[in-house]
Each structure stands twice: as C-alpha cells, then as structure tokens.
C-alpha cells in the first residue's frame, strides 16, 4: 500500500488531529499564540512519525489535501478557545502547496471561517521552498501580508541556501532552528553562530523566535539577547485542542 492510500483513508477514518504548541512572549512572559503540529493516530492506537508521514505526503502529492484537512480540523478545534483578538495562530505549508494556484484561495477561505476570533495568522515557511517560482511566491506572500497574514521562515538557518531571499521577501519573523539553540551551554558564553542570527534579525527588523527551548538557562539567555518569542518543552509542549483550552486559562 502506497502512503497516498493510507493517508487517503486514514483522512476519510478521521485519523488525524491537531497538537497545539503554546508559544511564550519573552517581554509578558505570556502566552502569545500556538503553532499547529499534525498528528496521526492509527486505528491500532499506534502513532505515525510526523517527520515521516509529511515527507511522504510531500513526496507522493498528498500534503496539498492533507493540509486542507489540517485547515478543516483547526477551524474546528479553534472555535472552543478562550482567546483574545491578535493570539497567534502559526501553521506550516509546505513548498508545493505554497506554489500551487490554490495556495492563496485556501489559506484566504480558512481565513475567513476563523474571521471572528481575529487570530494573528502566521504562515510557517522553509527556505527551500522560496527558491522554486520565487516571483510568483514572493507576490502571492506580499499580498496575503496585505490582508494581515504573517509570514516566518521556519528552521532559520538549516536550509542549505544563500541568504538573498531576505532581500527579496516580506517577511516578520524568523523561527530560529532548535539545531542553534541545544548549543548553548552557559549564559555568559557565546554560541556564534546563534549571536549573529539574532543580530541579522535585530538589523533586518525581523521577529525572531527560539525553538526548542528545553532549559531555563537556555530561556534566559535567548532572552538577554532579545530574542522576543520562544517555543519548546520548557514552556510547553504540544498538546491537544482540549489540554489548550485548559492550559490557557491555567497556565497561559
Ligand atoms: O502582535 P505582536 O506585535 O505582539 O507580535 C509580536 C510577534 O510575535 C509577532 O510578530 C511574531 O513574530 C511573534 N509570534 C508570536 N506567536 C507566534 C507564533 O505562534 N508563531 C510565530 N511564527 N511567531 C509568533
Ligand atoms: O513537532 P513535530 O514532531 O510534530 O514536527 C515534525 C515536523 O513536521 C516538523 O518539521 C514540522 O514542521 C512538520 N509539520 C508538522 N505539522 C505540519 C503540517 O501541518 N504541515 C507541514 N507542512 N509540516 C508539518
Ligand atoms: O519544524 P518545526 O519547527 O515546524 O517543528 C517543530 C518540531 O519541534 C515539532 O516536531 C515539535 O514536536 C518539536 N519540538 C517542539 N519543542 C521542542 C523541544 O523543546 N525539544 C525538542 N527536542 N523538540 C521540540
Ligand atoms: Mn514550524
Ligand atoms: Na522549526
């Protein structure tokens, strides 16, 4: 069985779910959105890898329709939340979705469904999916940031390519890849490649967002440094729409 027909029925058996990972404004020490992570459950309560399952889905022209699905499910899920206008709402799109014809009217019509809860949307990019059709791309992004869309380059730095896309797209945030973030190991000493990351974002007037924060030690110094927003096990990890919903009136 190819991995088309499996997330093919797995779609049609509701398979798949939504984790919600709680985002920490560094300046409010509050929560100030969630990224959206896919998930899969088999029927045998087996999960499947996301790692493995997206690059599939990628691989075998499935992730357009799965992330339609993603859109259906989050619309859903995000109806029962207690939160208030400009909470963050990041989800990923992959390359191919991001330069197909329908990328622009899928991501408009999700923004209308979730209209009323006057989310931040944030679309989540890799670099690697900028270089393919970067014209087209770059005005498909300019126009959904017209309409209040945020646009961050997700895993910053991994992409193996140059860095003139930052010259050629509008872009608010960048994600720093946790890869820059496990080397850190005390809150004098310097980690140089992740000092000049922040440094570029600071000069670029970018947003920037530490992942995979997993210590206190590891917070504070991202912190010191100005970097404004971060995500990872030491704040929260994902959860589903029901522990959000419960977190965010504890715990958020
Ligand atoms: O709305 P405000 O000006 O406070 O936004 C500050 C920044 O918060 C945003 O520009 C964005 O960089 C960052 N941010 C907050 N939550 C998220 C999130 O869930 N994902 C991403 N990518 N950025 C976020
Ligand atoms: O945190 P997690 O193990 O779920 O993420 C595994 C990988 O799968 C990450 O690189 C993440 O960006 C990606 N991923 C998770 N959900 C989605 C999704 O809905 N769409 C895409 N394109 N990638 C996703
Ligand atoms: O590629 P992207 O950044 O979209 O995916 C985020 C991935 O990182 C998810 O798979 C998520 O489960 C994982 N993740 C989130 N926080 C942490 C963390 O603190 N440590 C580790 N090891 N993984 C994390
Ligand atoms: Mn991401
Ligand atoms: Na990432």
Redesign the pocket.
Known sequence: VTWRDRIKKAMQRDEFSVAYQP?C?VSSGCC????ALMRWQRRDGEWERPDIFIAAAEEENMIIPLTRHLLSLLARDVESWPVTP?F???LNVAAEHLQHADFVPDIERFARQVAHKQF?I?L?LTERSLIKEGEAVAKKLAWLRQCGI?V?IDDFGTGNCSLSYLQTFEL??L?IDRGFINPIESIEGETPVLDAIISLSHKLAL?I?GEGVETEMQYRYLSQRGV??I?GWYYARPMPSDALRTWLTTDG
């Open positions: 985002v404004q100030s959105g969630v990224e400009g963050h709402l990041a931040q944030t989540e945020k961050a608010d945030y994600k947003n967002l404004g927003f995500q």
